[in-house]
Structure formats: structure tokens, C-alpha cells
DNA sequence: CGCGAAACGGAGTGGTCGCTCCGCTTTCTG
DNA sequence: CAGAAAGCGGAGCGACCACTCCGTTTCGCG
């Protein structure tokens, strides 16, 4: 983490791109062309090249405060006393980010990121484990459930927020409404299949998009 | 449907295209590149241009038996007499078919297809209406659930598949279990969104993908 | 068999993208 | 205030795609 003293044109430049680049992956998602970015910041494409060396660490970069907000809401979520309230509440608070955050959800869909996004997930993923045993532990949700069922809620729920945020911004609240009817002790019925192994779920992380 | 007495060997270049793009479509999904289609059937690119004017149209044509298949499934369906077993059974189906046929599956989750894909779904749509209906007046799904809300489970178990397929091809099963436990009528809470308009899901279609 | 029409094939077009290269400009230091 | 170093910009590259155009080959009728 060498700061080497940019020349104040050089940072200017770099906070412009990153700035545009936050808007406009926001608004239409990381597969916004570079080009349009540069032209947003006022900058050449060499400019934006010299700061990033990929466009997935300009995508990195730009979604570093998004992955922080997800790991405080996934802090607030294991602090809760009710774990089915904490639960409950960070798929909602989690999926609202999402949804306001095109470039967000790519990233976190399709595990592209890069080492922050990497950093986020592992320090997200012993509280949500946490967080499951207790709530299964209270009798809340359904004992078959485990953390690596998780990200079919996160792929599956991506989808939903693609296909309709356009024009019924709210309507994966209905999609996760049916999901969690589902994960109560209260409505479990076996399932047919095993949850997947980490292994699995890291071949499935590579699969995604590219 | 005039069939203007093709040339022999129009006819069977025809038919190897076909044949080609059936096999290269189920395993690849239906974006394989257009020259690898014609590579494998062994004619070149005007041959391909001459019979389907577009890519779609290949498309469309390819995939006309797997159509007929889910029209099948659905009259099938909405004959049974346990209407939450005819309903569960068809998505079952269907969705065994998906995971067989990548390219089925792009086209039925992105409804890119052309008219035979919609002659499919508008024959299948009043099946399905019917059979939720059944369902519901036998106390089996839950009642706030609407044919409108199917593309959902259509479009998230479609991302299930797409991810999980290639290493673990029975996961969508353990996904739709969980979903499935949330759409029997005991399962059911109030959900925090209304169904989709029949005018959004057309816009929803238009904007999968492309 | 011969000849016109039908069909063929594949290089080429135009579009998109991430990314590079290098002649030019700006900053900053002594 | 001058010169070296750092930074700049954008045309161009290479890869990929669906699709077209036209000189050549094949078919099948008379």
C-alpha cells in the first residue's frame, strides 16, 4: 500500500474516472464499454489504463464502500437477538443494494470481483454461518438449510432484480417473500438433492459469465 | 407452408444444419458462433443464410420438437387429477428438460425465440392458468400465487442450472424443492409485492438478454 | 448430354469490445 | 524559468460476432 505521490492532474484524473465509473456502473452495470467511461470522465482510455491495469480492477476499486456496506449489514444481521429477524433482514437490506446497484449485483452474481470483493466475502462468511446455525438453533429456519445454499439465493434473486427492476423496482421483494416461505422450519418437506461442497461452490463461482 | 420442391442436395444440407445446430444448441446453449454450426455440418455460411434468414430462425426451427415436448408435458399436467402433483410434475419436467438443453433453456428463459416459440407458450399459458387454478381450489398452492408469477420460477431455476449444471446437473432440484415448500398453501405469508401485469411480463421478455 | 437455374462456400464487411502504443502536453523541481 | 520526468489522449490492434456477396460448382430437366 505504497502512496508514491501522484502528480495532482494524475489524481484529479483518478477520482474523476473512479466517480464516473461508480455512476455508471451503478446505473447499467460493470459491462458499461471503458470507452463510455473515459468520455464521462473527460479522460483518455491511457489515462484510465495507466490507474487500473484491467477493467476489473477499475471494478474493484469502484465497489469498494458497496462491499464494505454489505459486510456492516452482514455485522448488524449476527448481532441480532432473533436470528430469523437478522436473516431475514440482511437477504433484504443485501438485495435492496442490488437492486439500486447494477454493477453491484454483477459482481457479486457472478463472483468476478477481484481481492476486495474476495476480502468481503470472507469476512461475510462466518457471521452468515453463524447466523444460520443460531437461527436454526431457534427453530426458525429449516435445519436442511445450510451457508452453501446461500448463493442460489443471491444468483436466483439477481435474476428476478434483472429481468423486472426496470419497471417493478420492488418486485424481487415478491420473489424473496416465496423463497423464505419456503426456509422455515414450519415448511420443510426433504429435499432431493445435497447441498453443494465448497469445491463446488468455487467451480460455480468460476462459471458465471466468463 | 409451401414447400417448394428443394434441390437434393439444398435439402440435405438442410437437414445436416439442422441436425448440427440440435447437437451443438443442447450442449452449448445457443450461442455457439454460427460458423461452428456450419463447420460441423460441413457447408459454408451462404448455405446456413440461404435456408434461415437469421440466426433466430435456426433457432426457432431447432428447437420445434422440444417445443411440442413442453406442450406435451403441460396437456399431461392439466390432466391429472392431483392438480399440486400435475403441477409440481410439469415443472419437474419441464425443468429436467432445460437442464438437458442449454440451448432450450436460453430461449425459454430469455424469450428470444420467434413464432414457434410463442405458438409454445400460448398454447401452454391457458394449461397452466387452468392447472393453478385446480390447485389452489384444492387447498394445495398457495392462493396468492398467479400464473404470472411462473416466469419466476422459470428465470431463477434457469440461473440455477446455467450455474450448477456442468458439475452438479441435479441442483436445480435441491432449489426448487426449497421454492416449491414455499408455494404450498400452508407455507404462505403475506407477500410484499403484487404479481406481475401481464404487460410487464411482456416487457420482462423483451428484456432478458438482447 | 448439355445447359440454365439453383445451390454452394468462404473471404470479406461492419459492429463491438478490452486494451496498447507513442507522440504530445503538463507538472514540478532545482 | 527551463528541462526532465510524469502523465496524457485517442487512433489503432486483435479477437469475436452475425451476416453478405459473388465467382464457382452441382443438379436435373429436356
Redesign the pocket.
Known sequence: MTTPT?????RR?RERLVASARELFAAEGV?V???EITRHA??????L??HFP???DLVDAVLEDAFAELVRLAEEAAAADDAWAGFTGFLEQALTRHAANRGLKDVLASEHGRQRAQAMRERIRPLLRRLIERAQEQGALRPDFTAEDLPLVFWTAGRVIETTAAFAPDHWRRYLGLLLDGLRAEAASPLPAPPLTQAQLARAARRQHG
Not at 473527460?42 to 489515462?47: F, N, R, Y
Open positions: 501522484l502528480r495532482s492532474d494524475a484524473n459491462d464499454p471503458v470507452e473527460g479522460v483518455g482510455m491511457g489515462t489504463y495507466r484491467t477493467k476489473e
